[in-house]
């Protein structure tokens, strides 16, 4: 098995005059934890954005290989494949959770299974299973305005891992979050991912939350330079 997850080679992004992206090469291995930090503007959430398929590179390459079946060229895929990609192969996480309010905690969970074509009630159990695990057994019927902060960004977890995602990409999940709610929600985070062999990319500006992750990339100017950090 490759042990190579996402692997991207020369990426360059530009919207308009501004270059985001100035040649980016970044391998991500199977399993391993990730965050991605920078000054506002340095390019960090768009390399985010192209690692995962929501936004196209305007050159270069990235490749996701998955734990069974071909390489997946991610670039190169038109919106449509795209996009069932990130459905499919790929969980979020963001920093509002964008979680949908009219919906409770369990039905938004079941929601990203169903989409995927899980029956409604398989869906709900496993949904369910999944935020038992994460600390919230009997709020499954709760909306998300009855949940706190760090309550409803373990949901959004949830909701990133009922498909079962190898890989999981989070933009700046604790950014709304006080500290000790953020411990809890990275807690949460990296045990849902890293703690079940899959692999996390997290864009943050938090240091205590990058030192949380096996390594740091530090992005200026749009460039990439790693730095290992201690897990």
Same mark, same amino acid.
């Given at each position: 098995?490759?042990?190579?997850? !996402?692997?991207?080679?020369?990426?360059?992004?530009?919207?308009?005059?501004?270059?985001?992206?100035?040649?980016?090469?970044?391998?991500?291995?199977?399993?391993e934890s990730v965050a991605v930090m920078g000054a506002?503007?340095?390019?960090?959430?768009?390399l985010l954005h192209v690692l995962a398929g929501i936004?196209?590179?305007?050159?270069?390459?990235?490749? +996701?290989?998955?734990?069974?079946?071909?390489?997946?060229?991610?670039?190169?895929?038109?919106?449509?494949?795209?996009?069932?990609? *990130?459905?499919?192969?790929?969980? +979020?996480?963001?920093?509002?959770?964008?979680?949908?309010?009219?919906?409770?905690?369990?039905?938004?969970?079941?929601?990203?299974?169903?989409?995927?074509?899980?029956?409604?009630?398989?869906?709900?159990?496993?949904?369910?299973?999944?935020?038992?695990? !994460?600390?919230?057994?009997?709020?499954?019927?709760?909306?998300?305005?009855? !949940?706190?902060?760090?309550?409803?960004?373990?949901?959004?977890?949830?909701?990133?891992?009922?498909?079962?995602?190898?890989?999981? +990409?989070?933009?700046?999940p604790t950014g709304a979050l006080d500290s000790q709610?953020?411990?809890?929600?990275?807690?949460?985070? !990296?045990?849902?991912?890293?703690?079940?062999?899959?692999?996390?990319?997290?864009?943050?500006?938090?240091?205590?939350?990058?030192?949380?992750?096996? *390594?740091?990339?530090?992005?200026?100017?749009?460039?990439?330079?790693?730095?290992?950090?201690?897990?």
């Open positions: 098995m490759n042990s190579t997850v !996402l692997d991207a080679h020369a990426l360059t992004k530009s919207f308009g005059s501004t270059h985001a992206l100035l040649g980016v090469d970044l391998a991500v291995h199977r399993g506002s503007g340095s390019g960090k959430t768009t936004v196209r590179p305007d050159a270069g390459s990235v490749t +996701f290989h998955p734990a069974s079946g071909a390489a997946i060229d991610v670039a190169g895929l038109g919106e449509t494949a795209r996009s069932r990609l *990130r459905r499919e192969r790929f969980g +979020f996480v963001f920093q509002q959770g964008l979680l949908i309010p009219e919906l409770t905690a369990v039905e938004n969970v079941a929601l990203a299974a169903m989409i995927n074509g899980t029956p409604k009630a398989d869906a709900v159990t496993h949904a369910a299973s999944w935020l038992a695990a !994460l600390g919230l057994a009997g709020m499954e019927e709760r909306r998300i305005g009855e !949940l706190s902060g760090g309550q409803a960004q373990r949901v959004a977890i949830a909701r990133a891992q009922v498909t079962g995602a190898e890989l999981v +990409f989070a933009d700046e709610t953020s411990h809890e929600v990275m807690d949460a985070l !990296l045990w849902s991912t890293t703690g079940q062999g899959r692999t996390l990319i997290v864009v943050t500006h938090d240091p205590q939350v990058a030192a949380r992750c096996g *390594r740091v990339v530090q992005v200026r100017d749009g460039r990439v330079v790693p730095t290992e950090v201690a897990a």
